[in-house]
């Protein structure tokens, strides 16, 4: 083990969060050790803004909680973790775990119970590639460093921990995780693992869950490397893994949208994941929009019903969140509204809280050259910049010109836009069976307000998607 002098990295206590300093105190003070370790040292040392801080320690969750009291939450069972929230901050801290005692393993060898408490050397040997096994210790100044990662920080190398083939074996997710790191931090992959990443074992992502494959689906989309990482996504056989029935090829209209991503990423502006997913699934869409316009189904209902089916198929690989598939549908069913928007319905929907991803989506169709958007991605465009005067001069060209176009009346004077997508019926729960209540027993009047509680509807259309860490 060697111990690194932070301040020759340029790492200092001053560059740190107020809320990682908190946690690492707090515990130190109780009479615990605390690093930072994993991305965040890693981040700093070359020169990276890193994306969160996370801690380590050698007090278990329930003596973490012991510390921060109603501040703490213990959460994870295959891996359990102390959030520590302080102000509108949240510090994840885990405890050093040693190799399980009793392992709980797939049939595939993957790790399933993993809470098992250590010492900072076992702790060490658990973590995944060099770089992310520093330890830092912003009081004393100091970084512990137990297998030379800081040469692999020099020579930027992403280096496995241990055997790769059983590295990857134990936890599929580090693949997603090689090509993240890869792309994030431009890294070049260490040579064992290149000869064991075959599409053999990518094979094993089948048996992560879909749920916890979104989430590192969103990871890669979010870290403002899509260009870089898309690539090696193919190459490694991963997006075959992730995205099951979209062909492994990255369209002009893809590599648009990545790099619009990544600008959006670069400039600090929010991005909705869920957008980038909008675009790798609007071939299918169309596709499967068609099958149904073949077998007879009205337009309406043939892009409602494909996209259902679209993002179903996609949720056995990767189950996107209900309000993200709703997003999904929503920015594509916004294509055909603005293709062809009815004259009176115009302001609202430039108002609607859709318009900005799906006039983004229609823009981004007509850059790479889809001749389907017919120039109505220009059209909105500068229909925005106009003055109210001018919007309505710009409306009744546009009517006009419709007119002309299809040389038949316009009737429609309905200037409210129809619900953009249906949501699918949720099952249908079976009736309560009503309790006869012995009336003397209950001390809730029947006008207390307990009794007039309405379930709170949330609105999702301003939900922002961010990383889950
Ligand atoms: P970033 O937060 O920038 O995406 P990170 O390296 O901090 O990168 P996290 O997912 O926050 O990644 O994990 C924190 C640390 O936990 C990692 O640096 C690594 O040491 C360890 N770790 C995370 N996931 C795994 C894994 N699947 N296998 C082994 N170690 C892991
Ligand atoms: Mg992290």
């Excluded at 490397?225 to 997006?239: A, G, N, Q, Y």
């Excluded at 220009?378 to 925005?384: A, H, I």
Aim: net charge positive; proline share 6%.
């Amino acid at each position: 083990m060697h111990t690194l002098r932070a301040s020759k990295y340029g790492l200092s206590i001053k560059k740190l969060p107020p809320s990682i300093t908190e946690v690492i105190d707090g515990l130190t003070k109780a009479g615990y050790d605390a690093y930072i370790v994993g991305g965040g040292v890693r981040d700093l040392m070359l020169g990276l803004n890193p994306k969160d801080f996370d801690a380590v320690t050698n007090a278990t969750p329930a003596q973490i909680k012991e510390v921060f009291g109603r501040r703490c939450r213990i959460i994870g069972r295959r891996f359990e973790l102390a959030h520590v929230f302080i102000g509108r901050e949240l510090i994840e801290v885990a405890t050093f775990r040693a190799p399980p005692k009793k392992v709980v393993t797939s049939a595939a060898g993957m790790i399933l119970r993993d809470n098992n408490w250590g010492t900072i050397e076992q702790d060490f040997v658990r973590r995944d590639f060099s770089i992310n096994t520093m330890y830092y210790q912003p009081r004393k100044g100091i970084i512990l460093d137990f297998c030379h990662a800081i040469d692999d920080v020099k020579t930027k190398i992403l280096r496995l921990l241990g055997e790769p083939a059983r590295r990857f074996e134990e936890d599929p997710v580090r693949m997603l995780r090689t090509l993240r790191f890869a792309a994030k931090l431009n890294f070049k992959i260490a040579d064992d693992i290149l000869e064991i990443f075959t599409p053999k074992m990518t094979r094993l992502l089948r048996d992560v869950s879909p749920h916890r494959l979104y989430d590192e689906s969103q990871k890669l989309f979010t870290m403002g490397r899509l260009k870089e990482v898309l690539p090696l996504m193919i190459e490694f056989d991963i997006w075959q893994q992730l995205f099951a029935d979209i062909s492994p090829n990255i369209t002009p209209f893809i590599d648009l949208a990545a790099k619009n991503t990544d600008q959006r990423i670069q400039v600090g502006k929010t991005i909705n994941p869920a957008f980038f997913y909008a675009v790798l699934l609007w071939e299918n869409f169309l596709q499967r929009y068609e099958f149904y316009i073949k077998k007879g189904l009205v337009a309406a209902e043939a892009r409602a019903q494909a996209g259902l089916d679209v993002l179903k198929r996609q949720s056995t690989r990767t189950v996107i969140p209900r309000f993200a598939e709703t997003f999904i549908r929503e920015v594509w069913e916004m294509q055909t509204r603005l293709l062809n928007p009815k004259p009176q319905q115009i302001p609202a929907l430039a108002a609607h809280p859709r318009f900005r991803a799906g006039f983004d989506f229609l823009l981004l169709r007509e850059k790479v050259g889809d001749p389907d958007t017919q120039g109505m991605g220009q059209w909105w465009e500068t229909y925005q910049n106009l003055s109210s005067d001018e919007k309505e001069r710009a409306i009744s060209k546009y009517n006009r010109q419709r007119l002309k176009d299809r040389r038949k009346p316009e009737k429609v004077v309905d200037v409210e836009i129809e619900p953009l997508v249906q949501e699918p019926e949720p099952k249908p729960r079976r009736k309560r069976v009503e309790r006869e209540r012995p009336t003397q027993q209950t001390d809730v009047a029947d006008n207390h307000p307990i009794l007039k509680r309405k379930r709170v509807k949330r609105d999702l259309s301003q939900v922002i998607f961010g990383p889950t860490q």
